[in-house]
């Protein structure tokens, strides 16, 4: 867990208002310890995103929440499909090769 100080310690663009602001508007979950704000890695890294599409990439202050919702679904669809494809594998090989016709021919009917 990183706290306020040492968040915006290691993220140089980062203001500390921005920061104050993403957290009350839920874009950034902090966790509270001893009445201050605590982030996890994951929250960490989610700082260091959010800085960069804002300060790098000038995505507009009201675009985040959209942008960062996007994302978070792309993120969920990964973890999704990876613990989909974790089942398959696990599954003997006539399963396996069922499910690959299927998705072959899904493919073919798409056109690609």
Not at 14 to 29: M, S, T
Not at 63 to 84: A, I, N
Not at 89 to 107: F, G, H, R, S
Request: hydrophobic share 45%; aromatic share 4%.
């Amino acid at each position: 867990m990183r706290n306020l100080e040492e968040v915006i310690s290691l993220v140089p663009e980062l203001h500390r208002e921005d920061l104050e602001r993403w957290i009350r508007d839920a874009l950034v979950e902090a966790a509270q310890e001893a009445g201050h704000p605590t982030f996890s890695e994951l929250q960490f890294a989610r700082v260091r995103l959010i800085c960069t599409l804002r300060y790098d990439m000038d995505v507009e202050e009201e675009t985040l929440p959209v942008v960062l919702d996007l994302l978070d679904q792309l993120h969920d669809t990964r973890e999704r499909l990876h613990t989909l494809s974790q089942a398959v594998l696990a599954q003997d090989a006539e399963v396996k090769a069922a499910v690959l016709q299927v998705l072959a021919e899904a493919k073919r009917t798409r056109g690609s």
